[in-house]
């Protein structure tokens, strides 16, 4: 039977160009998400530029475990952290003392913002261990000077005013240290050596160092004696240094801060979502466009199943077909996806969600699960139909293939409703991941929801055709009308890939837009302070900035409030948690929802206060680790009411976070004050004040671009795609009704009534397909409204129609032209000859 899929496919190929074009188109959208997930998560392979004269560096885990069970049958999960834990000063002190040490230099790396650049004071002991030059100055030799390497412009002499975590201060440039030779690859590069787009690293004195970074040690570089190998020393001081990570030869670079990091970590987590989307529409449209081209050919199959073909043969036939297509068009779309892959990752640069210099890189497996998905998908789609195909008996294949009398079997029936019940489950809970971590989940919903509507329309369509047809009038809407609803199984599948267009939008979009927006709304009802005041650039307001603003007349409070990240033991691995570092006095500024304990208990460095939904009572000592992996047992005072803003935050008392991670402010809140007063105070700590309602729509405004320009780089491929596979399978469907066209015409139809009937026949099935997805979006927004009405007061349903809109006009416009342009060029062959043409 695969001798006879050949002969079939070299006979026929015309009528596999459908197919191919779905496939090849498919397989490069996976392909292409998968080569760029695959750059994001690989890393960046820069060399070691701080510790190149170090031979191995001690730095703290950035990990935390879980370990459940016992004995061999013990598990550990690991989950890794942004920041690692310091070192102690008494491990720094003994790993001096290791054999073999010859040198040991406590690091330490303080976050500063260098006159709105963003930047890193170091001791200046640790100059000596990146690749500089000789020194262009002095060396720092009292606590007001700083050296600076090339990236930071300055020259010795000049005067710098540098926000620091103790409030800003003025140094002046005593030194420059340049690249060391031959660190630079070419022209221009000799900056780029020394920090790699990093922040700018500046040197001040042991001392300075030490002071800004709390007695913080980052990391301990050593460097070994005469005669000991680095194997030999790493070895040494992983046996005095337990738990501690041990680094050497390239990995040394792990130390040091990787100015791509958070930007790979987005980018990864976006293209995470994308690759689902991209997965799900090439499944979707595939498939059904496999199954299409099987159905079209139930008549070719009848007439093999008189000739004596047994039902196997028909099945083997069909999936021999199905390999070769699948095999040359996942070729073929792999190859395009080295095209599109690099223009796609530049764009994510471009928009801020990668590294400005992050590509798309060549790598074999994502090419071959690609192909290999596709030709999986390609096997399932052609299967499904051929088993239809060659269950019936002979005698009558025959009348099957040509009145489509049951469309709905149990197996569409019994998945349509299980997908259904799926996307309702997780409708109901959506609201308590929110829109910052849910994402991932309003697609899943979606896609959840667009595969139940793709497998019940028949049914749906049913009612939908004479509906949307009704208005249609005359001779040519009327069979418009009984061509859409006698040919059902066409029907569906030219539907099904507008439904997918123009639902993944219509879903996706209001259903983000509408969470956010409840958040928002819940966010500017909670804050009752007056005003509050954020820092102007990367670092944020020092606490004797906080304490200015505090000490402004007429100010009854100024709460601080940092962002951070906590790990919590869920099930059997650690799970990340917002958190936010909180000062006192958070009921003045705040409207919280407290339904147990007290806020005023939220003091000192063993308290927190959560949301309901964790479960924890008030009083019970609970586990947390911070974002540098520190392990704590804070004592529950407050529980507060579930609420979009807080769910999955944990409240920790500011004084917890000067004790393990020392940073400025994010924002802080204000009560009370003159506004001029305190905007010059603000100002003094490189920061600013506005007045709350100003605060709060410029942070929505940011957020929403955001918002819409991930939903664009997750959507946007997807949907191209689709739009794609809406005119082709339009195309495919048109020119397998050749005959019946020259039926038309030979009864006495002129090629404008036919040509309108072919258009008006298009319209329905584009107005069918989109109404199908309006419906599932009414009722997943209906079901999210329902659900929000119990965390929120009055939620409202927010409806991008704009770009929903132009996505179903899209839609019907190529659904439109798909079908008119090849009806007018079949219709320039005489009725006659058409008609006698073979299918």
């Known amino acids: 039977m695969l001798t006879l899929a050949g002969q079939t496919f070299r006979s026929r190929w015309t009528a596999f160009v459908g197919t191919f074009v779905a496939l090849c188109l498919g397989v490069c959208l996976l392909a292409t998400t998968g080569l760029a997930l695959t750059s994001s998560v690989g890393g960046t392979d820069r060399a070691t530029r701080w510790y190149r004269n170090a031979d191995v560096v001690v730095a703290g885990p950035n990990s935390v475990s879980v370990s459940t069970g016992t004995g061999d049958e013990r598990y550990t999960s690991t989950t890794d952290t942004r920041q690692s834990r310091p070192v102690p000063a008494e491990l720094a002190a003994r790993l001096g003392t290791v054999p073999g040490v010859a040198v040991a230099v406590p690091d330490r790396?303080?976050?500063?913002?260098?006159?709105?650049?963003?930047?890193?004071?170091?001791?200046?002991?640790?100059?000596?261990?990146?690749?500089?030059?000789?020194?262009?100055?002095?060396?720092?030799?009292?606590?007001?000077?700083?050296?600076?390497?090339?990236?930071?412009?300055?020259?010795?002499?000049?005067?710098i005013r540098v926000q620091t975590p103790d409030g800003p201060r003025t140094f002046t440039i005593s030194g420059v240290l340049p690249p060391a030779a031959g660190?630079?690859?070419?022209?221009?590069?000799?900056?780029?050596?020394?920090?790699?787009?990093?922040?700018?690293?500046?040197?001040?004195?042991?001392?300075?160092?030490?002071?800004?970074?709390?007695?913080?040690?980052?990391?301990?570089?050593?460097?070994?004696?005469?005669?000991?190998?680095?194997?030999?020393?790493?070895?040494?001081?992983?046996?005095?240094?337990?738990?501690?990570?041990?680094?050497?030869?390239?990995?040394?670079?792990?130390?040091?801060?990787?100015?791509?990091?958070?930007?790979?970590?987005?980018?990864?987590?976006?293209?995470?979502?994308?690759?689902?989307?991209?997965?799900?529409?090439?499944?979707?449209?595939?498939?059904?466009?496999?199954?299409?081209?099987?159905?079209?050919?139930?008549?070719?199959?009848?007439?093999?199943?008189?000739?004596?073909?047994?039902?196997?043969?028909?099945?083997?036939?069909?999936?021999?077909?199905?390999?070769?297509?699948?095999?040359?068009?996942?070729?073929?779309?792999?190859?395009?996806?080295?095209?599109?892959?690099?223009?796609?990752?530049?764009?994510?640069?471009?928009?801020?969600?990668?590294?400005?210099?992050?590509?798309?890189?060549?790598?074999?497996?994502?090419?071959?699960?690609?192909?290999?998905?596709?030709?999986?998908?390609?096997?399932?789609?052609?299967?499904?139909?051929?088993?239809?195909?060659?269950?019936?008996?002979?005698?009558?294949?025959?009348?099957?293939?040509?009145?489509?009398?049951?469309?709905?079997?149990?197996?569409?029936?019994?998945?349509?409703?299980?997908?259904?019940?799926?996307?309702?489950?997780?409708?109901?809970?959506?609201?308590?991941?929110?829109?910052?971590?849910?994402?991932?989940?309003?697609?899943?919903?979606?896609?959840?929801?667009?595969?139940?509507?793709?497998?019940?329309?028949?049914?749906?369509?049913?009612?939908?055709?004479?509906?949307?047809?009704?208005?249609?009038?005359?001779?040519?809407?009327?069979?418009?009308?009984?061509?859409?609803?006698?040919?059902?199984?066409?029907t569906s599948a030219t539907a099904a890939p507008i439904l997918v267009t123009v639902g993944i939008a219509a879903t996706t979009l209001p259903l983000t837009a509408t969470l956010w927006q409840a958040e928002q709304s819940a966010?500017?009802?909670?804050?009752?302070?007056?005003?509050?005041?954020?820092?102007?650039?990367?670092?944020?307001?020092?606490?004797?900035?906080?304490?200015?603003?505090?000490?402004?007349?007429?100010?009854?409070?100024?709460?601080?409030?940092?962002?951070?990240?906590?790990y919590v033991r869920s099930d059997d691995y650690p799970e990340e948690y917002s958190a936010r570092y909180v000062g006192a006095g958070l009921d003045r500024v705040l409207r919280l929802p407290v339904v147990a304990g007290s806020l005023d208990g939220l003091t000192g460095t063993d308290t927190v206060a959560v949301s309901r939904s964790m479960g924890w009572r008030v009083g019970e000592r609970v586990q947390v680790w911070l974002a540098d992996t520190t392990k704590v047992r804070l004592r529950l005072v407050a529980v507060l009411d579930d609420s979009l803003d807080l769910d999955r935050t944990l409240l920790l008392p500011w004084e917890l976070g000067r004790a393990h991670q020392p940073g400025g402010a994010d924002v802080v809140y204000l009560d009370g004050g003159d506004p001029a007063a305190l905007d010059a105070a603000a100002v003094a700590g490189g920061g600013r004040v506005l007045p709350t309602a100003e605060h709060l729509v410029a942070g929505d405004a940011v957020q929403y671009e955001q918002n819409r320009v991930a939903l664009l780089a997750v959507l946007g491929m997807a949907l191209l795609y689709t739009g794609i596979a809406v005119a082709n399978t339009l195309v495919m469907a048109t020119?397998?009704?050749?005959?019946?066209?020259?039926?038309?015409?030979?009864?006495?139809?002129?090629?404008?009534?036919?040509?309108?009937?072919?258009?008006?026949?298009a319209v329905l099935?584009?107005?069918?397909?989109?109404?199908?997805?309006?419906?599932?979006?009414?009722?997943?927004?209906?079901?999210?409204?329902?659900?929000?009405?119990?965390?929120?007061?009055?939620?409202?349903?927010?409806?991008?129609?704009?770009?929903?809109?132009?996505?179903?006009?899209?839609?019907?416009?190529?659904?439109v032209l798909a079908s008119l342009v090849p009806t007018a060029l079949a219709l320039r062959t005489p009725a006659a000859q058409l008609a006698g043409m073979p299918e």
């Open 765 to 815: 099935v584009g107005l069918a397909g989109t109404a199908l997805a309006g419906l599932v979006a009414a009722a997943m927004l209906a079901g999210l409204r329902a659900r929000l009405a119990e965390l929120v007061a009055q939620p409202q349903i927010s409806v991008p129609w704009t770009p929903i809109a132009l996505i179903a006009a899209g839609c019907l416009l190529a659904a």
């Open 523 to 566: 966010a500017r009802e909670r804050v009752t302070a007056s005003a509050v005041a954020t820092a102007s650039g990367p670092v944020g307001l020092a606490e004797p900035t906080v304490a200015a603003l505090g000490r402004v007349a007429g100010v009854r409070a100024a709460v601080p409030s940092r962002q951070s990240e906590v």
């Open 735 to 761: 020119n397998d009704r050749r005959r019946e066209l020259a039926v038309l015409r030979l009864t006495g139809a002129t090629p404008g009534q036919v040509l309108r009937m072919v258009g008006l026949e």
């Open 183 to 490: 660190t630079a690859d070419g022209p221009g590069d000799e900056e780029r050596a020394a920090d790699q787009d990093g922040p700018v690293v500046v040197f001040g004195t042991d001392r300075v160092a030490a002071a800004l970074a709390g007695d913080r040690i980052s990391a301990v570089a050593l460097r070994a004696g005469d005669g000991v190998s680095v194997g030999t020393l790493a070895g040494r001081v992983r046996a005095a240094a337990p738990g501690f990570r041990v680094l050497a030869g390239d990995d040394r670079r792990a130390a040091e801060p990787d100015p791509d990091d958070d930007a790979l970590a987005l980018a990864a987590s976006l293209l995470g979502t994308t690759a689902g989307v991209a997965t799900f529409v090439s499944v979707f449209v595939v498939a059904g466009t496999f199954s299409f081209a099987v159905a079209q050919r139930r008549r070719e199959f009848a007439l093999l199943r008189t000739t004596g073909a047994t039902p196997r043969q028909i099945r083997r036939l069909v999936l021999g077909e199905a390999v070769l297509v699948g095999v040359l068009a996942g070729l073929a779309g792999s190859l395009l996806s080295l095209v599109t892959a690099p223009p796609y990752a530049h764009w994510l640069a471009r928009s801020g969600f990668a590294p400005e210099d992050f590509t798309a890189r060549f790598v074999l497996w994502p090419l071959l699960a690609a192909s290999g998905a596709g030709l999986l998908v390609a096997l399932l789609g052609a299967g499904v139909a051929a088993r239809r195909a060659a269950r019936v008996r002979p005698v009558e294949a025959l009348r099957e293939a040509s009145v489509d009398t049951r469309v709905m079997g149990w197996g569409r029936w019994l998945f349509g409703l299980l997908f259904l019940g799926g996307a309702v489950l997780l409708l109901a809970a959506l609201p308590e991941i929110g829109v910052s971590d849910g994402l991932a989940m309003v697609m899943l919903v979606a896609q959840l929801a667009l595969v139940a509507a793709g497998l019940l329309a028949p049914v749906l369509i049913r009612v939908l055709v004479p509906l949307l047809g009704a208005p249609l009038r005359g001779q040519t809407g009327a069979i418009a009308r009984a061509s859409a609803l006698s040919a059902l199984r066409r």
């Open 109 to 159: 790396q303080v976050p500063v913002d260098l006159a709105g650049t963003p930047g890193i004071v170091r001791p200046w002991s640790a100059s000596a261990l990146g690749g500089y030059g000789a020194l262009v100055g002095e060396p720092p030799t009292v606590d007001g000077e700083l050296v600076s390497t090339s990236p930071g412009g300055h020259r010795p002499g000049d005067r």
